[in-house]
T-cell receptor
């Protein structure tokens, strides 16, 4: 089955810096790759997603890139702000509307 | 729209007790899911229901049962709770068409088994 690995597990940056979180997946049939943000004690919330027919997608300060050949995708956050501090999860969909999640990255943005 | 709702928010059980976690969605979604979230392990799929009347096992189904009561509601039952089932449980749903794989989560149920 699909396996998703996510790195790093923790990431500390200064406000205004960029942050990059990387994920790899194993199943070449996976075709949908969402990213979720989870604040402490809250539900995961979708922040951006990408499908396998697209190499890059951007939404204001966040962007996601996908390399199907290498089976990896990344989340990029520019001009980080303290409110970006949260746990970020990547996921891959091997089909049938199922998602397999990475183990999460705790991002801490210091003022 | 309330989206995805879950009850209860918190629950403490003793080993061997049973309980049912409730989930409902008002987005007319076909598919619904139950996940558990443990520290350092992300979200793991317990069971899912692709449509009303169908259910399938996910990655970690042992010790759980589910019921898709109707299109709106999907419940998760623990027949004999064990300390290993201490976790945060999230329900999610997804719709139809080109965005069918986008999942929306409920607020979660924090369960402690003593």
């Amino acid at each position: 089955g699909e396996n998703v690995e996510q790195h790093p597990s923790t990431l500390s940056v200064q406000e205004g810096d960029s942050a990059v979180i990387k994920c790899t997946y194993s199943d070449s049939a996976s075709n949908y790759f969402p990213w979720y943000k989870q604040e402490l004690g809250k539900r995961p919330q979708l922040i951006i997603d990408i499908r396998s027919n697209v190499g890059e997608k951007k939404d204001q300060r966040i962007a996601v890139t996908l390399n199907k050949t290498a089976k990896h995708f990344s989340l990029h956050i520019t001009e980080t702000q303290p409110e970006d501090s949260a746990v970020y999860f990547c996921a891959a969909s091997p089909g049938f509307q199922k998602l397999v999640f990475g183990t999460g990255t705790r991002l801490l943005v210091s003022p | 729209n309330a989206g995805v709702t879950q009850t209860p928010k918190f629950q403490v059980l003793k080993t061997g007790q049973s309980m049912t976690l409730q989930c409902a969605q008002d987005m007319n979604h076909n598919s619904m899911y139950w996940y558990r979230q443990d520290p350092g392990m992300g979200l793991r799929l317990i069971y899912y229901s692709a449509s009303e009347g169908t259910t399938d096992k996910g990655e970690v189904p042992n010790g759980y049962n589910v019921s898709r009561l109707n299109k709106r509601e999907f419940s998760l039952r623990l027949e004999s709770a064990a300390p290993s089932q201490t976790s945060v449980y999230f329900c999610a749903s997804s719709g139809m068409g080109p965005l069918a794989d986008t999942q929306y989560f409920g607020p979660g149920t924090r369960l402690t088994v003593l």
